[in-house]
């Protein structure tokens, strides 16, 4: 028997009404009479932080008696369940029903007129901003399909992801495509001097706007359209998207769908940087995409930056790297998927050779096409912030330059903390002979160099007392490296050593340090 076609549930035609600043204030101030901040919460869920809520779909995360407003709020938009009128009335100040009403964030049920649900969800994010989204089930417990312009409040934990990937550095024009529910670019109105929000779907854009105003921001503007389409003519020195990255034939979700390999939209909006990033911006982004056979991910993004290819630098920070076949039984195990997506994946990697999926943070820097394009990649580890995939992008192009040749000799090296030497030793006429040599590290970058004995042993002598000067002449003297070797090409080992995070440098900010600053 085929399954019932999926039909739009009547919820998803209320949307909240965007009333006036004046309106928005007095909103505002219900919600502060009702303590419905991240702290109250939490605390009367009992769980450390409002995610957590969000975890779990069926049911309560704890089942709360309504002794206070807060409580109210926490039945109507986190567990999206009926409020008798009795107990708004009670519990609510003066006032604050007729003024959700109004509003449309409180709606008479029509089975049982005396009792009231919210058609939205409402969570505190990061910060004190207020995110309003749509539910995910219906207060009747009837069956809710997701339309495809379904938008959620921000606080699931990819979104956390991406929003903990983007430096908060000051900057004159922030682009956030797709914004969703707004949450990155109300985020970034913190730093920088306007920020301008769009997305493809309409609804998105009312919720963005509905949140924009709720949470009083002035300078962020929410436009409708594909990408760039809403802010053609402008020029921007940072953009930034969480774009859509799950392959499917047809998009189901807009948020989720990136089109028949995962990576369309990612692509678009690469693609679009020539026009609209002007020299010296940054571009960010948190994504799935694939290294195929043949072809890293980081080749395909360089492609896809066309002729003008060579203005751009590109570092990708990986936070997990699986095959697709590990990829999907994680995916399985959590029963993420259906099994008519499970096909499709697997025949799309398949069909592209993907060897591997890459997920992590995407920086691409314009640069004036005066040099050599930089591209690196490295292994998120611990401790790792946004900052630090910035001080690599700043390093690999301080250090290819033939001018910081001398910086680097004059320069007193010295061992990261946590760094570890890894010798393999072999049997050899009855003794155990070392063999290979692997230095590790694992923060903020996780890394392996495979190196010889002798840069062991000047690895081993970096102190932070003599300079690497130093180091080349002893090591030089001592017949380590031949004679031939140059002061230019010692210098490039100690920035390799530097950019892996196995070495540290006196006169510059120690990796570990930017996370506190």
Not at 355 to 384: C, H, M, P, W
Request: hydrophobic share 40%; glycine share 8%.
């Amino acid at each position: 028997m085929e399954s019932a076609p999926a039909v739009t549930h009547p919820l998803h035609l209320l949307l909240p009404r965007i009333g006036t600043d004046e309106e928005f204030a007095a909103l505002r101030e219900l919600l502060d009479a009702c303590s419905f901040t991240r702290e109250s919460i939490c605390r009367r869920l009992d769980i450390p932080q409002v995610i957590d809520f969000v975890s779990i779909r069926n049911g309560r995360t704890k089942a709360v008696e309504i002794e206070e407003p807060v409580d109210v709020l926490i039945r109507l938009v986190l567990d999206g369940e009926f409020v008798e009128q009795r107990i708004l009335e009670a519990m609510l100040p003066a006032g604050g029903p007729a003024l959700l009403e109004s509003f449309g964030l409180l709606v008479r049920d029509s089975v049982q007129p005396d009792r009231w649900f919210s058609p939205i969800t409402m969570y505190p994010a990061d910060g004190t901003v207020l995110l309003a989204g749509d539910r995910a089930s219906a207060p009747d417990g009837s069956r809710y399909w997701l339309p495809a312009d379904v938008v959620y409040p921000g606080v699931i934990l990819n979104t956390r992801e991406f929003l903990a990937s983007l430096p908060h550095t000051p900057c004159e024009a922030l682009l956030d495509l797709g914004t969703g529910s707004g949450v990155a670019a109300l985020a970034a109105a913190n730093y920088a001097q306007h920020v301008w929000g769009t997305d493809i779907a309409g609804r998105s854009v009312h919720f963005a706007e509905f949140n924009r105003k709720l949470n009083h921001v002035g300078n962020v503007t929410m436009l409708e359209g594909d990408l760039y389409e809403p802010v053609r003519g402008l020029t921007f020195d940072r953009i930034v998207t969480h774009p859509p990255y799950v392959p499917s034939p047809k998009t189901k979700l807009i948020f989720r769908d990136g089109g028949d390999d995962g990576e369309q939209i990612l692509r678009r909006a690469i693609e679009g940087l020539p026009e609209f990033l002007r020299i010296g911006g940054r571009f960010y982004s948190l994504v799935l995409g694939a290294d195929c056979e043949g072809e890293a991910f980081e080749q395909r993004i360089r492609k896809w930056l066309g002729e003008r290819q060579a203005e751009f630098d590109l570092i990708l920070v990986s936070h997990s790297l699986r095959p697709p076949k590990e990829f999907v039984a994680n995916s399985l195990a959590k029963e993420a998927i259906s099994l008519d997506d499970l096909k499709f994946w697997t025949d799309t990697w398949r069909r592209r050779k993907a060897e591997f999926l890459f997920y992590g943070s995407i920086l691409i820097r314009r640069n004036s096409g005066d040099r050599e394009a930089l591209t690196a990649r490295v292994q998120k580890g611990t401790e790792f912030r946004p900052e630090h995939q910035d001080w690599l992008l700043d390093w690999q192009t301080e250090s290819h330059d033939p001018a910081f040749t001398s910086h680097l000799l004059d320069s007193h090296p010295s061992i990261t903390p946590g760094s570890e030497l890894r010798v393999l030793h072999r049997l050899r006429d009855g003794r155990f002979t070392p063999e290979a040599f692997a230095i590790e590290s694992d923060g903020p970058f996780r890394s392996q160099l495979m190196c010889k004995s002798w840069l062991v042993a000047v690895i081993s002598e970096c102190d932070g007392k003599h300079t690497w000067r130093e180091h080349f002449e002893r090591t030089r003297q001592a017949g380590m490296i031949g004679v031939e070797t140059t002061e230019e090409e010692f210098a490039g080992v100690l920035g390799a050593l530097v950019s892996q995070g196995i070495l540290i440098l006196r006169e510059r900010p120690v990796l570990s340090d930017l996370a506190k600053s």
